[in-house]
């Protein structure tokens, strides 16, 4: 089930990513498309950010798992080598544009925020300020 989950959102984020465009473009499109699919289904996105945090998923699923994002882990690193983002561990960069929209959405949901078109410009801008050099 977490394989699978998870499999479908990556799929669904990756959908929108055209490697013709440039960093910031692409960048653009896979973080709101990510936030979009988070805020659209909360109960997957809480699944799939605590199973993988239990003794229930196994080294083998996890590493499925990770393996599904080497697309996005290419991308950054290539963002990288552009010089166009920080120059740091892409586990740590996925670990900083994710986190934050799992939180987000968690307000939201909970009531304390209230997601609109401005702010998530305001956001995205605050996740690309976060990682740009």
Same mark, same amino acid.
């Given at each position: 089930?977490?394989?699978?989950?998870?499999?479908?959102?990556?799929?669904?984020?990756?959908?929108?990513?055209?490697?013709? =465009?440039?960093?910031?473009?692409?960048?653009?499109?896979?973080?709101?498309?990510?936030?979009?699919?988070?805020?659209? =289904?909360?109960?997957?996105?809480?699944?799939?950010?605590?199973?993988?945090?239990?003794?229930?998923?196994?080294?083998?699923?996890?590493?499925? %798992?990770?393996?599904?994002?080497?697309?996005?882990?290419?991308?950054?690193?290539?963002?990288?080598?552009? %010089?166009?983002?920080?120059?740091?561990?892409?586990?740590?960069?996925?670990?900083?544009?994710? %986190?934050?929209?799992?939180?987000?959405?968690?307000?939201?949901?909970? %009531?304390?925020?209230?997601?609109?078109?401005?702010?998530?410009? =305001?956001?995205?801008?605050?996740?690309?300020?976060?990682?740009?050099?």
């Amino acid at each position: 089930l977490y394989y699978h989950l998870k499999k479908s959102k990556v799929t669904q984020m990756m959908s929108v990513f055209d490697p013709s =465009e440039s960093f910031p473009v692409a960048f653009k499109k896979l973080w709101l498309n990510y936030f979009t699919i988070s805020l659209n =289904e909360p109960e997957r996105m809480k699944f799939i950010e605590q199973f993988t945090h239990t003794s229930y998923l196994t080294k083998k699923t996890k590493q499925q %798992g990770d393996l599904l994002l080497k697309p996005l882990e290419d991308f950054l690193a290539d963002g990288i080598k552009q %010089g166009i983002i920080k120059k740091l561990p892409v586990a740590l960069l996925l670990s900083q544009l994710m %986190g934050p929209i799992i939180e987000i959405v968690k307000l939201h949901y909970d %009531g304390s925020l209230k997601i609109t078109p401005a702010l998530k410009e =305001e956001l995205f801008a605050m996740a690309w300020a976060s990682i740009r050099k």
